[in-house]
Nanobody
Framework: QVQLVESGGGLVQAGGSLRLSCAAS????????VGWFRQAPGKEREFVAA????????DYADSAKGRFTISRDNAKATVALQMNSLTPEDTAVYYC??????????????????WGQGTQVTVSS
């Protein structure tokens, strides 16, 4: 069993930055691909970014490319999402998810085994 806990959310002005962290307990993350998803009020959950367990290659949603960076520290069992140039459209609850030995596809929430409780990100205009 992998327990995921997100942190780092908060209120930021448009153009600002936040760094989200996803920490795992109960097991190492080294064999898990980790993804970030978000869900805004009244909208469906959408993929943001993911980092594979093998090789550390990354995938990003078009909305995240050039602004967000996902990284992992297997020794600390954490995955970070650095978010820059935030806009009000980025306002959502952000969730991290882990999929055992997952390689692809990474943009579907159905392929992930474990989910965190989410952290709220609010970007004011």
């Amino acid at each position: 069993q992998v327990q995921l806990v997100e942190s780092g959310g908060g209120l930021v002005q448009a153009g600002g930055s936040l760094r989200l962290s996803c920490a795992a307990s109960g097991r190492t993350l080294s064999t898990y691909t980790v993804g970030w998803f978000r869900q805004a009020p009244g909208k469906e959950r959408e993929f943001v970014a993911a980092i594979r367990w093998s090789g550390g290659t990354t995938d990003y949603a078009d909305s995240a490319k050039g602004r967000f960076t996902i990284s992992r520290d297997n020794a600390k069992a954490t995955v970070a999402l650095q978010m820059n140039s935030l806009t009000p459209e980025d306002t959502a609850v952000y969730y991290c998810a882990a999929g055992l030995l997952l390689t692809s596809p990474l943009n579907s929430g159905r392929v992930y085994n474990y989910w965190g409780q989410g952290t709220q990100v609010t970007v004011s205009s």
